[in-house]
């Protein structure tokens, strides 16, 4: 087979032309800045192009590739990259590259994906135009999110409606962000809808709008959420908490693609795309019979599942160096890097909070710290305040006892009724539906967890 190496660096291309030619492949070695290159790889008849990330430092493989493919080139192709962002992902997947190769590779890995390629016959279709980068806010590595980038892409180059499974905190927000940035649709608004947190006999009135004066209150017209997002993106964060109510009103407006505002008479039509997200598990619900099945199959023509960060623990020193270069910018602050033993203290800890919760952490310690390094000690985990805690009731106890007074049985019952908020938060970070299992309202909720430091 005739394949065309394309790669800055004349010692890859060597090594790869030595390893093809052993087994009887045809290489042909190119730096990717040669004039005319489309048409030489057309006149040495190449079959396949095996090409490199990074083509010089104003000019990528991902670059080229689109101009190939622009003059109607469309062979098989592996990119080889050291530079697996987001951003680099996503394109690949939307170029239709499912074959990437990470250096550094060894012989095996190089021929497993070449002979993937033998007698595959040229395809001669021009692929639909991309768009610009959205920017990189989901990080991870290549072997943690290689999957998720490709199903991104594909979304972004489609208009499928996808379902974003994952628990509170990994990230569906933003992974429903960038679809909408790598679409079509990127230079439109994103409407995001935390379906949670709407009461039940707002619903209607927040998605679709409503007309003035069509119930007690309604002084004005309202723009609800589907109308708002237009021609763009309606995100539905949290759409298994729904009833059964809504679901069948969510059902109708995604199989006719019209809405009326509640007081209205006139069809509104919805041109936008809709991207859900729940952490329930919705087929599971569906059996319980607290899910709609006609629904769930609306919503979830393309599905991609977000890891908890427990399963992605090999992420922690990506992920840490991230959220410390945030905090340097929000915070001020000038922290350069986290030691090994800060690092493993990390990686043992539950996560249930996920990034959201990790983030939270690195921005603590980095306020913490003493010098440009996070150390152990600057690390304050939830636990380990609970256990202060603990410890401050026991006392208080011991005090109480021996003198019985009415200050220490206040003391007491304040730090009781913290833990209790703590642990309650965590369960549900969600705070207008916390607020509603406590049987407070919204604000005095907020005032509480304020006072003890859980929020804000």
Request: aromatic residues 8%; neutral net charge; hydrophobic residues 35%.
């Amino acid at each position: 087979m005739r394949i065309a190496i394309i790669d800055d660096q004349q010692e890859i291309r060597y090594s790869v032309s030595k390893i093809l030619k052993l087994h009887d492949h045809i290489p042909q070695q190119f730096n990717g800045l040669e004039d005319s290159l489309d048409e030489i790889i057309e006149e040495k008849g190449i079959e396949l192009l095996i090409v490199d990330i990074m083509l010089s430092e104003n000019f990528t493989g991902i670059e080229l590739i689109k101009q190939f493919k622009f003059k109607g080139i469309n062979l098989p192709i592996i990119l080889m990259t050291a530079y697996t962002t987001p951003s680099n992902m996503i394109e690949a997947s939307k170029l239709g590259i499912k074959d990437i190769l990470q250096k550094p590779f060894d012989q095996k890995e190089l021929l497993e994906l070449v002979n993937k390629h033998i007698r595959v016959p040229r395809k001669n279709k021009h692929e639909k135009p991309l768009v610009k980068k959205s920017e990189e806010e989901f990080i991870g590595s290549y072997e943690t999110m290689k999957e998720i980038y490709h199903k991104v892409g594909i979304a972004a180059n489609n208009d499928l409606s996808v379902l974003i499974y994952g628990e509170t905190g990994t990230g569906k927000e933003l992974i429903a962000n960038l679809i909408h940035k790598n679409s079509e649709r990127n230079d439109l608004s994103m409407v995001s809808v935390n379906c949670a947190s709407i009461p039940k006999d707002l619903f209607e009135s927040q998605l679709f709008g409503h007309e003035k004066g069509s119930f007690t209150g309604a002084d004005k017209q309202h723009i609800g959420f589907a109308e708002q997002a237009g021609e763009g993106t309606l995100f539905l964060d949290e759409i298994g908490e729904l009833n059964g109510e809504l679901q069948s009103k969510l059902l109708r407006f995604l199989e006719s693609k019209t809405f009326r505002r509640v007081g209205g008479s006139k069809d509104i039509k919805f041109t936008g795309r809709v991207v859900s997200a729940t952490n329930a598990n919705l087929k599971e619900n569906i059996e319980k019979g607290l899910f709609r099945e006609d629904l769930y199959f609306r919503i979830s023509m393309l599905t991609i599942v977000l890891p908890s960060l427990k399963k992605r623990i090999q992420d922690m020193p990506i992920l840490c160096h991230h959220f410390i270069s945030k905090a340097n910018k929000d915070l001020k602050t000038a922290i350069n890097s986290i030691s090994d033993e800060a690092l493993e203290k990390l990686k043992e800890q539950p996560w249930k909070g996920n990034i959201r919760e990790l983030r939270n952490m690195i921005y603590s310690a980095c306020l913490n710290a003493q010098s440009d390094e996070i150390e152990v000690e600057h690390i304050v985990l939830l636990q380990e305040e609970v256990t202060g805690i603990e410890n401050k009731i026991k006392k208080i106890c011991v005090e109480f006892f021996d003198n019985e007074g009415i200050e220490k049985a206040n003391e007491l019952n304040s730090l009781f009724y913290k833990i209790f908020l703590q642990k309650s938060y965590k369960l549900c970070p969600n705070i207008s539906k916390l607020a509603n299992a406590l049987n407070l309202s919204r604000n005095t909720l907020k005032k509480q967890l304020k006072e003890y430091g859980i929020y804000g």
